[in-house]
Nanobody, 119 residues
């Protein structure tokens, strides 16, 4: 299984960015997909997740109204549209996949991509 997130980005505060995560080696449409992030000196936190059929999404309070998670099962890809970015959004962003019916599983992680928001 492989989850690939393209390289890091630098963006100014107030700007927008779309992250993508392309998967291979798994049956994408039975996986809940999520984005996590980890800032320096902080624990990894859930940013957004989308269920296996794309009907339910959930967001961290800090990104509600600014970020949107979506999935394209035909491309085995999950996206994170990030608008009105703030310096506090600076972190390494990780893609995560977990089977919809195995909530206790650890799932799979991407290698992470650096997002830096300048003030």
């Amino acid at each position: 299984v492989e989850l690939v997130e393209p390289g890091g980005r630098l963006v100014q505060a107030g700007g927008s960015l779309r992250l993508s995560c392309a998967s291979s080696g798994l049956t994408f449409n039975v996986y809940t997909m999520a984005w996590f992030r980890q800032a320096p000196g902080k624990e990894r936190e859930l940013v957004a997740k989308i269920n296996w059929i794309g009907s339910v999404t959930d967001y961290a309070d800090s990104v509600k109204g600014r970020f949107t998670i979506s999935r394209d099962d035909a491309k085995n890809t999950v996206y994170l549209q990030m608008n009105n970015l703030k310096p506090e959004d600076t972190a390494v962003y990780y893609c995560h996949a977990k089977l919809w019916n195995r909530p206790a599983d650890s799932g799979y992680w991407g290698q992470g991509t650096q997002v830096t928001v300048s003030s």
